[in-house]
T-cell receptor, first 113, second 112 residues
Framework: DTAVSQTPKYLVTQMGNDKSIKCEQN?????MYWYKQDSKKFLKIMFS???????INETVPNRFSPKSPDKAHLNLHINSLELGDSAVYFC????????????FGPGTRLTVL | GNSVTQMEGPVTLSEEAFLTINCTYT??????LFWYVQYPGEGLQLLLK?????DKGSNKGFEATYRKETTSFHLEKGSVQVSDSAVYFC???????????FGTGTRLKVLA
């Protein structure tokens, strides 16, 4: 069984559209994260939720809005997509007893045309 | 602020060569240190970790020792294989935070 899964794996869309990426973890973790990996492979955290509450919110445009309906899910909604949003987005999770060990999903490659 | 510096890649080696990928860090407090590996087209996988000074993390023939005096966590492998070709990320996390700081990644290419 996949521990951290993301859908879709690939997403190609036009500038100005709104899109969502979904993430689910079946590890029983209570903390989830979104990371962005740019074309140079640089990884940067965007958001983190602990028990459905936002605990990390880096300098990210407010076009990006995370939503955590429950502890096992953290979705990322992006409004008015721009060319610069093209990247690979990774979801991750960790447990409260060991928050420093994170488990990553396979990534969603977003291409904005 | 906290930061991680990795050697620039790509690193190209022949099979069975010795590998070192340098990683140094700057952090307040006592961070935990990690190496993650990303194989082509896949997500990141934890390779090894160390949570305190002088700890040695090891996995799949890879090793790294947490050196507080030199603020380093260099990744080594005695004999690389073609299947080790991937991007390797060094990362730190300080106690009580939920945030990883990643290095820029080092691409390793191993030739048969």
């Amino acid at each position: 069984d996949t521990a951290v899964s993301q859908t879709p794996k690939y997403l190609v869309t036009q500038m100005g559209n709104d899109k969502s990426i979904k993430c689910e973890q079946n590890l029983g973790h209570d903390t989830m994260y979104w990371y962005k990996q740019d074309s140079k492979k640089f990884l940067k955290i965007m958001f983190s939720y602990n028990n459905k509450e936002l605990i990390i919110n880096e300098t990210v445009p407010n076009r990006f809005s995370p939503k955590s309906p429950d502890k096992a899910h953290l979705n990322l909604h992006i409004n008015s997509l721009e060319l610069g949003d093209s990247a690979v987005y990774f979801c991750a999770s960790s447990s409260g007893s060991n928050p420093n060990e994170q488990f990553f999903g396979p990534g969603t490659r977003l291409t904005v045309l | 602020g906290n930061s991680v510096t990795q050697m620039e890649g790509p690193v190209t080696l022949s099979e069975e060569a010795f590998l070192t990928i340098n990683c140094t860090y700057t952090a307040t407090g006592y961070p935990s240190l990690f190496w993650y590996v990303q194989y082509p087209g896949e997500g990141l996988q934890l390779l090894l970790k160390a949570t305190k000074a002088d700890d040695k993390g090891s996995n799949k023939g890879f090793e790294a020792t947490y050196r507080k005096e030199t603020t380093s966590f260099h990744l080594e492998k005695g004999s690389v294989q073609v299947s080790d070709s991937a991007v390797y990320f060094c990362a730190l996390a300080t106690s009580g935070t939920y945030k990883y700081i990643f290095g820029t990644g080092t691409r390793l290419k191993v030739l048969a």
